[in-house]
């Protein structure tokens, strides 16, 4: 016999809270990427008409419809691609209100992430592999529903990453000749800036003033790198720490592939860079190394640079290009087809060319639909910079070197730019807009539906095989 | 009980040819990709001594090794880039030599890419799909062995079209205002050039002297795209014709995707240049029709040009590079990534994307192992390019623009050039070489060497799926 309902009384501010929850809850059950696509349109909208304000500039004007558009674009898909100089054009509001669309950002993108993966393990009935499932456990009384609960995790965590840099920036600018109040405004931007992955700066020339300065450097570098991990691995880590064996296929394959793409990418780019003397050629080898592993760190998906990119020889713009679309961990704010994606792809090529059935690692098998979705996530991606660079490049008869970079520094919210987002008339920025938008939301989104959908089939056609190759 | 041994007397140059057929049948059963590899290495080889003879050029000089070893390979692997204007450069027997190279070499990947095929099909156990198997039933008395009646058939079949392509070309040639002998002499080289996908012409500006006869440009686009197809869809053709029911799944995918690439690269290459003066702007609407579908059907992979590829809009080069990359039909002089390639990896999202464990089509499934096949065969295609392009990137301090379009067309053997195989120097002359010879033959072995390699597991780990996208 079920137990009789309990009635609690509540006032009604307590009750329409409640009714918000349910709401959320059930369109996060029900259509989470629908959910998804809505909340980034709306906040974005909602920055655009900040940044519109005369007040967010520092000349008091009002900004061009499709500046404040791409800039709010960037801030909330946490790309950091510009069209105006961010220490000039924004007055100290705009900059706050570039800071808190990261923040906002970041936050949205990683629950709304995380949502998704839940709703997936949930349809496959998989035991629980995001940690966030046993942590909601312990949160039980439901006071703020499963959302709620989730979003409190992501919060308590990512912010006490966020100050842990912010406390470790804030002197660092302090004694980089900065009032304490400007340290304390550049170490906030830079600590939330960097582990949103956001690529955003708020000095008028960057980083590049900093170039030699480790204390300003690395913990930037070290935001980046440890934001763009993604949620359910800092969870691993945090719970699990250094018990590897006891750690989720997930965040093995994301720390393996991680590591190997950032200590890769700064041999080969450094190697590329060693010598140029209007990049990292001046410096002292120890800077050089410093150098080479900022700027590969920060290909994943930073965006991040202390030389000016158009400097690059076009080779290493080229290697940036393959570790830009490459980007970071799922359930991140990094962008790019994620490192668990090209691990799953290799391998099962690395299956095929031991003659397994078998997708095999870490004593795991990876079923053949996961390697499916991996594959459509690339595709999509190279569809859509494909799509994307033809496009700029009919607009702005540019070099396809630069416009290769700006697309995919865009599609994988990058954000490492050499400077064609500010030249590029209206109609190149609303590529871009486009581009950082369907970047961010597009390979999450169709890896969640296609996942989502996996069912056996019932009867089978006779096996035909196609020659390849 | 075994019959007995039957004696026949047999003079000694028979057995030697005996023994001769036997080795070859026995090296080609063994280890296919090593004799693949070992005879187009060794046809390369005797095609640059016999282009560094003084007699093979126009002005009785020797070509300098680079030069003579790029043409060599570029004719054998019927790929067509020049380092020199073939049209001034060689002597009358110079060009007969690039002409039977590409003849030689044609049949060569085409009879080597069958054997792989061939055996292939035979470690898997699987009922003969190639219809070579079908033929060689009928010539069973065994005399040319299992290589010798795969080539007889295959010369038989593609002679006969190189002569009905030459019968054609011959008074078109002699029409436009060409001697007999000159007739005679182009419209082999056409017929040849174009049904093998190789891409040298005769004439020193190329074809662009006939860019609006139809009757010399329809005929050598028709040659590249029969050719293309590959030898077993020529088969199907020929023996099933219209009976679309019976095909093979090879067939009806080669078909379709090259139909679809064909229309499709038509509209939009056509789309792009239509109103460019320096290409086909000038030209009525019948002309720039007719230059689209040359275009876009030289893209797959034939490598002949009516306009200078240097003029194109830097987008049109952008979608060409696609277009080469995907290349022809398997088992064809064609190169790129192959088409069914593309069918297979489209299919297999297509299937997820409907929730479908199996890739199913045409009523048939494909096995999940063909799919890592050619996600290998993509993956090695684009490191390939990718490295090549670096390399060249950083030997020519060129733009990424012209080296991709170069280094695409060298690795899918495809030919279309900016001119850049010329500009370069010998350094990366060789990186074009090296690209052309990987390109020819990388694809191919590695698809075979996998598929053969295809066996069930055991025993089963425990599934894990980590987070995609
Ligand atoms: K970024
Ligand atoms: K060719």
């Known amino acids: 016999m079920p137990a009789a309902p309990s009635f609690t009384p509540a006032s009604w501010p307590v009750r329409t ?7 959320v809850d059930t369109m996060a059950s029900s259509s989470p990427s629908r959910l998804f696509l809505t909340a980034l349109f709306l906040v974005i909208a909602v920055f655009t008409a900040l940044l519109s304000l005369p ?53 949205g993108v990683v629950t709304l992430a995380s949502i998704l993966a839940l709703a997936v393990s949930r349809r496959l ?33 990512t912010t006490t990453i966020q100050l842990a840099l912010a406390v470790l920036l804030i002197p660092a600018f302090y004694v980089a000749d900065h009032t304490l109040g400007e340290a304390f405004f550049h ?17 008028p020339d960057g980083l590049a003033g900093f170039e030699s300065n480790p204390f300003i450097v690395v913990p930037i570098m070290i935001g980046v790198f440890v934001g763009s991990l993604g949620f ?44 140029n003397q209007a990049t990292m050629g001046h410096l002292s080898v120890w800077d050089k190394i410093l150098h080479s592993f900022f ?31 490459a980007g970071g961990g799922s359930v991140s704010t990094a962008g790019g087809i994620k490192v668990t994606t090209i691990a799953v792809l290799f391998l099962a090529m690395a299956a095929e060319a031991r003659g397994d059935s078998d997708i095999r690692t870490f004593g795991r098998r990876i079923p053949d639909g996961t390697m ?21 490049l009919w607009i702005s008869e540019e070099s396809l070197d630069r416009v290769l970079f700006e697309t995919i520094s865009a599609f994988a919210t990058c954000g490492l730019s050499v400077g064609l987002s500010a030249e590029l008339p209206p109609a190149g920025k609303y590529v871009l807009v486009a581009l950082m938008f369907a970047g961010r939301v597009g390979t999450i989104t169709l890896a969640a539906a296609l996942s989502a959908r996996q069912r056996e089939t019932r009867y089978h056609f006779p096996e035909e095989r196609p020659i390849i190759g």
Chains 1, 2 share one sequence.
Do not use: C
């Open 232 to 275: 359910p691995v800092l969870m691993v880590l945090l719970t699990l720490r250094h018990k590897f064996r006891k750690w989720s296929l997930h965040a093995k394959l994301t720390i393996g592939v991680s590591l190997i793409l950032t200590v890769v990418g700064a041999v080969v780019l450094g190697g590329l860079e060693w010598n």
């Open 55 to 107: 007040v967010a500039t520092a000349k008091h004007v009002v900004t061009p419809f499709y500046d404040a558009l791409f800039t709010a674009t960037s801030a909330v898909t946490v790309t950091g691609l510009t069209t105006v100089n961010s220490g000039e054009h924004w007055s100290q509001f705009g900059l706050v209100v570039i800071m808190v669309a990261m923040f906002v950002g970041g936050l």
């Open 17 to 23: 809270l409640r009714k918000v929850r349910d709401t």
């Open 187 to 203: 170490g906030s931007f830079y600590a939330i800036s960097s582990f949103n992955n956001g690529g955003f700066v708020s000095h």
């Open 125 to 157: 009935g998989l035991r629980g592999k995001l940690l966030t499932q046993q942590a909601m456990a312990a949160d039980d009384d439901g006071r703020l529903g499963e959302v709620g609960t989730l979003l409190r995790i992501i919060i308590t965590t």
């Open 372 to 392: 499916r979705v991996a594959l459509s996530v690339v595709v999509l991606g190279a569809t859509l910079v494909a799509l994307g660079a033809a496009l700029l």
């Open 295 to 325: 700027a590969s760190v920060n290909t994943r998906s930073g965006g991040f640079s202390l030389v000016d990119q158009n400097e690059l020889h076009p080779a290493t713009m080229l290697i940036t290009d393959a570790l830009m679309f």
